[in-house]
Nanobody, 124 residues
Framework: QVQLVESGGGLVQAGGSLRLSCAAS????????MGWFRQAPGKEREFVAA????????YYADSVKGRFTISRDNAKSTVYLQMNSLKPEDTAVYYC?????????????????WGQGTQVTVSS
């Protein structure tokens, strides 16, 4: 079973930037698509971004398109989420997840391994 560990969250002012990292255990990281999701208090977990096994395909939620960038380093078994121009509505716990397929997907049901989450708080 793969283990995913997120890091990089914190408190930032509106307009600022953060880079989240998700380190994965296991030797098959490069075979699978990865995704980032977030969950704000009182709300359902929602899709943020996804990346295919090779990094050649990416997909973003409309709410973050143009501000967030997902990337991966298969040699380091790590996926990243660069978040720029942050807004208070980006405040949430951010989770990385692994999909047991090489192509990307946008629903939580298509991912079977999850990290513990990292808190991102954007102040106005």
């Amino acid at each position: 079973q793969v283990q995913l560990v997120e890091s990089g969250g914190g408190l930032v002012q509106a307009g600022g930037s953060l880079r989240l990292s998700c380190a994965a255990s296991g030797r098959t990281f490069s075979s699978y698509a990865m995704g980032w999701f977030r969950q704000a208090p009182g709300k359902e977990r929602e899709f943020v971004a996804a990346i295919s096994w090779s990094g050649g395909n990416t997909y973003y939620a409309d709410s973050v398109k143009g501000r967030f960038t997902i990337s991966r380093d298969n040699a380091k078994s790590t996926v990243y989420l660069q978040m720029n121009s942050l807004k208070p509505e980006d405040t949430a716990v951010y989770y990385c997840a692994r999909r047991p397929h090489s192509n990307i997907a946008t629903t939580i049901y298509e991912y079977n391994s999850w990290g513990q989450g990292t808190q991102v708080t954007v102040s106005s």
